[in-house]
């Protein structure tokens, strides 16, 4: 072997050893081994003119050939080797998926009650508010009929259900694979949810004890507690509860709410479209609900009515029969004002008989009849005339002398507005506080012809004035109360004391706190249409005090009495002849006074008007011996009005609501009230308190006199020109 010295030449270093000895090796060609046919061939790399030739032969490692046999003994070892690990790894993560499971199913059931103490939670309590004549006014609370039992229920009934909502309800173990693999696949193709794979026993365990949010967890509480139901109770107990529990809409839980809310029925006579349209409810009672749409509730039945016929429940002909309208009644129930009463007798209950833990019945002194002519009463007005006068609310209570509710309307519009402003709003009453202030007087010695100056007044400052800014001079109590002289008002309190005009006021029924000062005449301390209503009934009933109320009995729904309202024991709080007077004197309100323009032909009627100051409230509570009824009118946020006054619109409504809650029924006067007209109203004045008088029902009634032409006494006539006027019509 020859050394072959580089191209560019050069001093090559000395070498010794091991290197020195390797650096002489060199490979022949008969020294490589025959047969591999690349030996012999050169590299079609080109050479670089940078590399010499003894690196270009430089010695290479060859792997030793491996048989083809040997090869296919490697690759099945590795095979096998592949195989074993997959086995391995796939039984770790199977064991690892188990323990998860196990834990998770833990987990889950840590946050449930013990299964063992579990049971079926009783129905919250409902609260069904009723009228006087029995008929049904409002549900507070869930409206849930009594329970069905499933026997006695048309049998396609509950086979709607099962043909719609769990067609395997009678197969599988509370959870349907089949149903939620079919409902997966379903909401795969539609990319969202379009089917649930829920089973009834699962609905009914998420309406038993859980909520209605969408969490994974609560799906399994839900699986849990449904293999829990089917372990503790038969198939038919669990549909039996199911249809008693499931929600309808619009308040109703269990098929017999249900029946009884939208067709007038009990779901023991549904029809088998009736039976369709309830089983459709249950997908989303909401929208369906067919007193809000009618026409989706429609055609959900045609849904279950093919389901029924695909499952065999009923034939062919049976659901092309029952496709069409049923006769459903979507009357709302509770719906409009008297949902004010129904709040009212909600805060009360509990004082009545404490917490409510069962459902109850309560029956009221609310007359149906009269609820809606009230409701159209100050609707109506006010739509009419509301932008006129920049009134936007109203309120109205109507009771029977003894106290007892009939009516009431605690604002235009309880959808937009449940505050009740017949019981919770306070306003100042004005002119309507009046007739307190001239009992004291009358109580104090005065009669209703004692005369009293009308003429500018100065308070400390304080210079009260008269609607009108017009004096008359000498006007008796009377001429005073009928004209609404400010003056007069504020005289008599300063006469007989501020301190006796507020107890007066109590003694009759105020309850809301009184100043006693010299405006208190006026009515300037705030009260409560209903409180001034009632007291305004002594008046009418002869003097006895009252107490507002509208419960009138309490009962469980299997008929346990639980309340019964007692009679009043307030006694007389005003004597029959002071009554008589002031009667006497408030009729003259309605007959020449502030009030001329309220009509109520045949009857005796009585009543004050009011308007606060700036004209920010409306009053006028008038009263026969039938009924007492108040309104009042006014802004929420106590704004001015455009000068309505208590002898405008309030007293249109009161008339066009008394008209009618009188008509048909025999008039009778007013207590103590004495027929022969003013002659004989003087005489009986100036008789003392313990002189005889006719009871009411010996004295027939009165005729309505004739208005006379001119409501107001002329300035310079005085009490003399009055008199006469009145007497001889001059």
Do not use: C
Request: proline share 7%; hydrophobic share 40%; no cysteine.
């Amino acid at each position: 072997m020859a050394w072959r010295r580089k191209k560019g030449g050069g001093r090559k270093e000395p070498m010794f050893g091991l290197a020195a000895a390797l650096s002489e090796l060199r490979l022949s060609p008969a020294d490589r081994i025959p047969g591999g046919g690349g030996a012999s061939k050169k590299s079609s790399r080109p050479k670089s003119d940078d590399v010499d030739d003894d690196e270009e032969e430089l010695p290479r490692e060859r792997k030793p050939r491996v048989s083809r046999s040997d090869a296919r003994r490697r690759s099945k070892s590795r095979g096998g080797r592949s195989i074993g690990r997959l086995v391995y790894w796939g039984a770790v993560f199977g064991l690892w998926s188990a323990i998860a499971a196990v834990g998770l199913i833990v987990w889950v059931g840590a946050h449930l009650p013990a299964i063992q103490s579990l049971e079926i939670p009783k129905r919250p309590p409902t609260i069904q508010i009723t009228g006087a004549d029995g008929s049904v006014l409002a549900i507070r609370g869930e409206m849930a009929g009594s329970n069905v039992a499933l026997k006695d229920l048309p049998p396609y009934l509950p086979k709607a259900f099962i043909a719609i909502e769990d067609r395997r309800f009678y197969s599988h173990f509370g959870i349907d694979p089949w149903g939620i693999m079919r409902a997966a696949v379903a909401n795969i193709l539609h990319r969202g949810v379009s089917q649930g794979g829920s089973t009834l026993t699962q609905q009914l365990a998420k309406n038993l004890f859980l909520t209605q949010e969408r969490t994974f967890q609560r799906k399994l509480q839900e699986v849990e507690l449904a293999l829990w139901l089917e372990r503790k109770y038969s198939k038919a107990e669990i549909l039996e509860l199911y249809l008693n529990r499931v929600y309808f809409g619009s308040g109703a839980y269990g098929v017999e709410a249900a029946s009884q809310r939208y067709f007038g029925k009990s779901a023991k006579h549904v029809t088998i479209a009736e039976a369709a349209m309830l089983a459709g409810l249950v997908k989303s009672p909401s929208r369906l609900a067919p007193n809000r749409n009618p026409e989706g509730a429609e055609q959900r039945a045609k849904t279950v009515l093919a389901a029924m016929a695909d499952a065999k429940f009923i034939t062919e002909a049976q659901a092309q029969a029952s496709i069409g309208h049923p006769s459903y009644n979507v009357k709302p129930v509770g719906a409009g004002t008297v949902n004010y009463v129904a709040d009212w007798i909600a805060e009360v209950l509990d004082d009545l008989v404490g917490q409510i833990d069962q459902s109850v019945v309560v029956e009221t002194s609310i007359d149906p009849k009269l609820q809606a002519v009230a409701e159209a009463a100050v609707i109506d007005e006010l739509a009419a005339k509301s932008v006129k006068f920049n009134v936007s609310q109203g309120a109205l209570v109507a009771m029977s002398p003894d106290g007892a509710v009939r009516a009431m309307v605690g604002g235009r519009n309880y959808a937009e507005s449940q505050y009740n402003r017949a019981v919770t709003a306070k306003r100042q009453p004005g002119s309507a506080f009046k007739p307190f202030v001239y009992l004291t007087a009358i109580e104090a010695g005065l009669t209703p012809e004692t005369v009293r100056q009308d003429a500018p007044l100065d308070i400390k400052g304080w210079k009260p004035e008269n609607y009108s800014h017009q004096y008359f001079g000498p006007v008796t109590l009377t001429q005073a109360l009928a004209m609404s002289l400010n003056t007069v008002a504020v005289r008599l309190g300063l006469e007989v004391g501020a301190k006796n005009v507020v107890r007066t006021a109590h003694r009759l029924g105020i309850s809301s706190k009184l100043d006693a000062n010299a405006s208190i005449a006026l009515g300037t301390s705030e009260v409560s249409l209903v409180e001034l209503v009632g007291a305004y009934a002594p008046f009418a009933n002869g003097g006895l005090g009252i107490s507002p109320h509208v419960v009138t009995k309490i009962r469980t729904v299997a008929g346990k009495v639980l309340y019964v309202r007692p009679a009043d024991q307030l006694g007389q709080v005003i004597d029959p002849h002071y009554v008589a007077m002031m009667n006497t004197m408030m009729q003259e309100t309605l007959l020449s006074g502030t009030a001329h323009k309220a009509e109520l032909p045949g009857w005796m009627a009585a009543g004050k008007t009011g308007t606060s100051q700036d004209f920010r409230d409306a009053w006028f509570i008038g009263y026969t011996a039938n009924l007492v009824t108040g309104v009042w009118l006014g802004n929420d946020d106590s704004s001015p009005t455009k000068k309505a006054t208590g002898g405008g619109l309030p007293v249109e409504i009161w008339t066009r609501f008394m008209k009618a809650a009188h008509q048909g029924v025999p008039p009778v006067p007013l207590p103590d009230s004495q027929p022969g007209g003013l002659l004989t109203t003087i005489a009986q004045a100036v008789s003392p308190p313990g002189a005889a008088v006719a009871p009411p029902s010996s004295v027939p009634p009165r005729p309505v006199p004739t208005r006379t032409s001119s409501v107001r006494p002329g300035a310079d006539s005085g009490l003399d020109g009055w008199l006469m006027q009145r007497l001889f019509g001059r």
